[in-house]
Nanobody, 123 residues
């Protein structure tokens, strides 16, 4: 089976930085589009940053210039560097990836979610 595990969240003060990691495990052959999402209490989940299927990057307007998404394909890991954090960045951050893997029944593509990691920014 394929699993995505996020790490790196925590409690920081406004202006500080965090780096989140999303590591994929399993019999993985390739990872295509992948993104970081966040959900704050009482709000809908929103896309924060993503690599598209074409290899370009997309960012939410609210994080442009502060957050950077990167990936290490050899490690099947995607990162989210978050700088100049603000209290409004407080949320549970989750990654979602389109993964080509060997599963019971054969190889196939599928989208997977991690369990999420809490980021809390105090003012």
């Amino acid at each position: 089976q394929v699993q995505l595990v996020e790490s790196g969240g925590g409690l920081v003060q406004a202006g500080e930085s965090l780096r989140l990691s999303c590591a994929a495990s399993g019999r993985i052959y390739s990872i295509d589009d992948v993104g970081w999402y966040r959900q704050a209490p009482g709000k809908q989940r929103e896309l924060v940053a993503a690599f598209t299927s074409g290899g370009t990057t997309n960012y939410a307007d609210s994080v442009k210039g502060r957050f950077t998404i990167s990936r290490d394909s050899a490690k099947n890991t995607v990162y989210l560097q978050m700088n100049s954090l603000k209290p409004e960045d407080t949320a549970v951050y989750s990654c979602n990836a389109n993964v080509y893997a060997s599963l019971p029944g054969g190889r196939r593509w599928g989208y997977y979610w991690g369990q999420g990691t809490q980021v809390t920014v105090s003012s």
